[in-house]
């Protein structure tokens, strides 16, 4: 059941009881208002985020719904002087439509690809959007918008079989898909029959790597091209014809045409399937007789060693939680993770969760544990044994059961709560959760010191609103 912001409504009669309508309207608005408390690019570039920081400063068209919504809410995402950002829609703050997910899809095109003709590499490097279905539930706290390359990257090293004593003199990647422009907010695609690449320079290659045993460093070079996407349901969401991107018969390809300074002329054909935001690495062994490659499959397109650090959760950088998120964006989930949700991260095992390590992440929430102020998130009916918890705990992270029930078992009169009690403020939550078999909460309603919201237990309706917070 979908459930809308049942606590405005309920705020609105709270208050509308002891004070005047134009101080309802400051509860409402203030609760509703989504806040944006930052803006995170899967990978950082040599050049810094500056290019981006003046784009947001410009406005960054965005729009937003929930699944099922007819229409999408335009807005603008906007770096204010002050270093805040604003969302905004027509001027006034951008609301949210509701508890739980909302989609958020928008871009930034550079200036240089809105028309044909040469694009420049910073330009195709630029060009950012938000990752496919990228949901962000509800929250009164301050969420983080993510975003991603747009296109896709093959690089490829030249190594040479140091016996011919020559290097190469010209690379070609052939009949490969390109960018032609963004017309109208979608992306125009073409077949580019022969494009010269971009020359990285001589670069070094990573460790251990199988396909360049023997090297150490090679001729590096890289092109930028349409993602031809390994799943339905990582296509963006602009692309202007979803079914013949997501095909399984369409993908990219490139002929490699090798030429060296001995005179010696080679060609390789390349097939591959890249997602927006990934590279695959190629690395092109040349001897006398003939050219062959391998590859390295799929990986984020990473610009700077270590820069995804900052980007998934648990990744390789050892972040227990995503900095990219923030609020519900970071929830431990009792799910297995959604294909299109992974970009290239581990989120199955860290975020994505069985029932019972999300209980044991759980019990973790609390004073002094390890995982107080930490965010929950239920995808199906659950039972907790009421001993696994001691009688005194006092929840103080964030709980959304999305109209779940947790049914409480070995129930005694003497014990028959989940918790003792709350934290205080918006600093711990507890909405949308039923509990069968016993109580919520020890204490009753009128002692309780969090954001408690559309709970229902044994003893009836579980609710409590605390003032809300000043941005």
């Given at each position: 059941?979908k459930?809308?912001?049942?606590y405005l409504?309920?705020g609105f009669?709270?208050v509308?009881a002891?004070?005047h309508?134009?101080?309802?309207?400051?509860?409402?608005?203030?609760?509703?208002i989504?806040?944006?408390g930052?803006?995170?690019r899967a990978?950082?570039t040599?050049?810094?985020?500056?290019?981006?920081s003046?784009a947001?400063?410009?406005?960054?068209?965005?729009?937003?719904?929930?699944?099922?919504?007819?229409?999408?809410q335009?807005?603008?995402?906007?770096?204010?002087?002050?270093?805040n950002?604003?969302?905004?829609?027509?001027?006034e703050?951008?609301?949210?439509?509701?508890?739980?997910?909302?989609?958020?899809?928008?871009?930034?095109?550079?200036d240089?690809?809105?028309t044909?003709?040469?694009?420049?590499?910073?330009?195709?490097?630029h060009?950012?959007?938000?990752?496919?279905?990228?949901k962000?539930a509800?929250?009164?706290?301050?969420?983080?918008?993510?975003?991603?390359h747009?296109?896709?990257?093959v690089?490829?090293?030249?190594l040479?079989d140091?016996s011919?004593?020559?290097?190469i003199s010209?690379?070609?990647?052939?009949?490969?898909?390109?960018?032609?422009?963004?017309?109208?907010?979608q992306p125009?695609?073409?077949?580019?029959?022969?494009v010269?690449?971009?020359?990285?320079?001589?670069?070094?290659?990573?460790?251990?790597?199988?396909q360049?045993?023997?090297?150490?460093?090679?001729?590096?070079?890289?092109?930028?091209?349409?993602?031809t996407?390994?799943?339905?349901d990582?296509?963006?969401?602009?692309?202007?014809?979803?079914?013949?991107?997501?095909?399984e018969n369409f993908?990219?390809?490139?002929?490699?045409?090798?030429?060296?300074?001995n005179?010696?002329?080679?060609?390789?054909?390349?097939?591959?399937?890249?997602?927006?935001?990934?590279?695959?690495?190629?690395?092109l062994?040349?001897t006398?007789?003939?050219?062959?490659?391998t590859?390295?499959?799929?990986?984020?397109?990473k610009?700077?060693a270590?820069?995804?650090?900052y980007?998934g959760v648990?990744n390789?950088?050892?972040?227990?939680?995503?900095?990219a998120?923030?609020?519900?964006?970071?929830?431990?989930?009792?799910?297995n993770?959604?294909?299109?949700?992974?970009?290239?991260?581990t989120?199955?095992?860290?975020?994505?969760?069985?029932t019972?390590?999300?209980i044991?992440?759980?019990?973790?929430?609390?004073t002094?544990g390890?995982?107080?102020?930490?965010?929950?998130i239920?995808?199906?009916?659950?039972?907790i044994?009421?001993?696994q918890?001691p009688?005194?705990?006092?929840?103080?992270?964030?709980?959304d059961a999305?109209?779940?029930?947790?049914?409480?078992?070995?129930?005694?009169a003497?014990?028959?709560?989940?918790?003792?009690?709350?934290?205080?403020?918006?600093?711990?939550?507890v909405?949308?959760?039923?509990?069968?078999?016993g109580r919520l909460?020890?204490v009753?309603n009128?002692?309780?010191?969090?954001?408690?919201e559309?709970?229902?237990?044994?003893?009836?309706?579980?609710?409590h609103?605390?003032?809300?917070?000043t941005y």
């Amino acid at each position: 059941m979908k459930v809308t912001y049942k606590y405005l409504l309920m705020g609105f009669a709270m208050v509308t009881a002891c004070t005047h309508d134009e101080q309802v309207a400051t509860v409402e608005d203030s609760a509703s208002i989504i806040h944006v408390g930052g803006v995170t690019r899967a990978a950082a570039t040599d050049e810094g985020m500056g290019w981006l920081s003046e784009a947001l400063k410009q406005g960054l068209n965005l729009s937003y719904y929930q699944t099922g919504d007819a229409t999408k809410q335009q807005v603008k995402l906007k770096l204010e002087d002050a270093g805040n950002y604003s969302l905004t829609a027509e001027g006034e703050p951008a609301k949210w439509l509701g508890n739980g997910a909302h989609i958020f899809e928008g871009a930034y095109v550079p200036d240089g690809l809105k028309t044909e003709g040469e694009h420049t590499y910073a330009d195709l490097s630029h060009y950012t959007a938000t990752p496919p279905a990228t949901k962000i539930a509800a929250t009164v706290g301050s969420i983080t918008i993510p975003l991603q390359h747009r296109l896709a990257r093959v690089m490829a090293y030249v190594l040479i079989d140091t016996s011919m004593q020559t290097e190469i003199s010209e690379l070609h990647f052939c009949n490969v898909q390109t960018l032609k422009n963004v017309a109208n907010g979608q992306p125009v695609w073409q077949k580019a029959r022969k494009v010269t690449p971009n020359y990285l320079g001589v670069q070094k290659i990573e460790e251990n790597v199988e396909q360049a045993k023997g090297f150490t460093e090679a001729p590096c070079y890289d092109l930028i091209v349409r993602p031809t996407y390994t799943h339905k349901d990582s296509v963006m969401y602009d692309e202007p014809d979803p079914t013949e991107a997501a095909g399984e018969n369409f993908e990219n390809a490139i002929d490699f045409e090798l030429k060296l300074a001995n005179g010696l002329e080679y060609e390789k054909h390349f097939k591959f399937d890249l997602n927006a935001n990934n590279e695959t690495v190629v690395y092109l062994r040349v001897t006398p007789e003939r050219i062959d490659y391998t590859s390295a499959g799929s990986r984020l397109w990473k610009e700077v060693a270590g820069s995804d650090d900052y980007y998934g959760v648990d990744n390789p950088g050892g972040h227990a939680l995503s900095k990219a998120g923030s609020s519900w964006q970071r929830a431990f989930t009792n799910d297995n993770v959604e294909y299109a949700n992974k970009d290239g991260e581990t989120y199955q095992g860290h975020q994505y969760i069985s029932t019972a390590e999300w209980i044991n992440k759980l019990k973790q929430a609390t004073t002094n544990g390890n995982l107080h102020g930490s965010y929950f998130i239920l995808h199906s009916d659950i039972e907790i044994d009421v001993n696994q918890f001691p009688a005194n705990f006092v929840f103080t992270g964030h709980l959304d059961a999305l109209d779940h029930t947790i049914t409480l078992k070995n129930v005694k009169a003497e014990r028959n709560w989940l918790f003792s009690s709350i934290g205080s403020g918006w600093q711990a939550e507890v909405v949308n959760t039923k509990i069968a078999g016993g109580r919520l909460f020890q204490v009753s309603n009128d002692q309780l010191t969090g954001h408690v919201e559309n709970c229902e237990d044994a003893s009836g309706k579980v609710v409590h609103m605390p003032e809300i917070p000043t941005y």
